[in-house]
Each structure stands twice: as C-alpha cells, then as structure tokens.
C-alpha cells in the first residue's frame, strides 16, 4: 500500500472546472496503476478514472468520457484530474487510488470533497 494525499477540491458551479491532484511521498509511484473514484451521498464508489504506469492508457467511466482528464507526472509523484464542464450530478467525495498491475485498489487517499451547484 501507498499513501495518498488529495487536494484541489471545492465548490464550482455547473459548468465549471476543477482540477484534482494526488501525491504520494512513497518512491515507487511508478509501479502503481492510478484512478479516481467518488462516492455520492446514498450511492455506491464509482471508478471515474484510471491510468496506467507509463500514463498512456487512460479509461474513464461513460459518465465522465469527453468532460474529465486524468493524468500523471511520475518525476513529481502525482496524478490530476482535470474536470470540466461539471455537473451537480458530479457532487460527491473524490479518492484517489492505487493498485499494482493485476490487482485489485487497495490504496486510498482521505478523499476530497466536490460541490457542484446548478
């Protein structure tokens, strides 16, 4: 496991962009798979996000595709979220995550919290 550290949450109104960052102090960033998941209020945690170790491969959840952007700078240690034209549907709690490659997330950050007024 690895320690996560978010930030960059806030609250923006619809149509607005925020942008997410996740760093981890540990030396072996680059061994890890990196996604974001949120978890809204009465529903369950939902995989947004994910980029392989070399940043090349990003996949998204259709409900984020075309409006959100992961990223990675593994010379800084930290992976982004960049989201665009938001939603209030997108309100929710913002993880961060890690796993190694064939393996399941087991590596969480505190989370940050995202508002989206209409």
């Known amino acids: 496991q690895v320690q996560l550290v978010e930030s960059g949450g806030g609250l923006v109104q619809a149509g607005g962009s925020l942008r997410l960052s996740c760093r981890t102090p540990?030396?072996?960033?680059?061994?890890?798979?990196m996604g974001w998941s949120r978890q809204a209020p009465g529903k369950e945690r939902e995989l947004v996000a994910e980029?392989?170790?070399?940043?090349?491969?990003?996949l998204y959840a259709d409900s984020v595709k075309g409006r959100f952007t992961i990223s990675r700078d593994n010379a800084n240690k930290t992976v982004y979220l960049q989201m665009n034209s938001l939603k209030p549907e997108d309100t929710a709690i913002y993880y961060c995550?890690?796993?190694?490659?064939?393996?399941?997330?087991?590596?969480w950050g505190p989370g940050t919290q995202v508002t989206v007024s209409s």
């Open positions: 540990g030396r072996t960033f680059t061994s890890y798979i």
């Open positions: 995550a890690a796993k190694l490659p064939g393996t399941r997330y087991d590596s």
């Open positions: 980029l392989n170790r070399s940043g090349t491969m990003p």
